[in-house]
Nanobody
């Protein structure tokens, strides 16, 4: 059974930093592309960043490019999202997921049941 457990969210002032973690289980993590997504109140869930199984390829939404970094530790079945220079518009619940095979790294679809997410709130 696939499980995704996100952590690391919190309240931070604009300009601050946070690092999110996602522990994945129940599927072959090492051979799976992974992604971070977010959902703000009243909005649909959107793509934030994706990473290839080896970690050598990373892809970002324009809104976070240059500020966020996605990485993974295949030995720990964990994917990370380092967020810097945070803005109030980054406020959302952040989720990770396995990418559905064949979907675009810039328009990914989650494959597994969504976890509970982790709340990130950026104050102005």
């Amino acid at each position: 059974q696939v499980q995704l457990v996100e952590s690391g969210g919190g309240l931070v002032q604009a300009g601050g930093s946070l690092t999110l973690s996602c522990a994945a289980s129940g599927r072959t993590f090492n051979s799976s592309s992974m992604g971070w997504f977010r959902q703000a109140p009243g909005k649909e869930r959107e793509f934030v960043a994706t990473i290839r199984p080896s970690g050598t390829g990373t892809y970002y939404a324009d809104s976070v490019k240059g500020r966020f970094g996605i990485s993974r530790d295949n030995a720990r079945n964990t994917v990370y999202l380092q967020m810097m220079r945070l803005k109030p518009e980054d406020t959302a619940v952040y989720y990770c997921n396995y990418l559905r095979p064949g979907t675009s790294y810039y328009n990914p679809q989650g494959f597994a049941p969504w976890g509970q997410g982790t709340q990130v709130t950026v104050s102005s």
